[in-house]
């Protein structure tokens, strides 16, 4: 998983997610006390990419979709 800050703001993020991410929830686990929000699923296989609701986090899934029910 990969993260990229634009230099503007500390809010606006892109994560690049995997199958091993999933099932995919933000906050990430390991993020800084000030990024906690409540936790929210997103499903990032649905559309590619998908933003928090919360936080603005913008998560996009990479590589080969999982195939079958995960």
């Known amino acids: 998983m990969?993260?990229?800050n634009?230099?503007?703001t500390d809010t606006a993020r892109e994560v690049d997610v995997t199958a091993h991410d999933l099932p995919l929830a933000c906050p990430r686990p390991g993020s800084p006390l000030w990024a906690r929000h409540p936790r929210v699923f997103l499903d990032v296989l649905k559309h590619d990419a998908v933003a928090c609701p919360y936080c603005g986090t913008k998560y996009r899934f990479t590589g080969e979709?999982?195939?079958g029910h995960h």
């Open 6 to 8: 634009t230099p503007t």
């Open 2 to 4: 990969s993260t990229t």
């Open 65 to 67: 979709k999982p195939k």
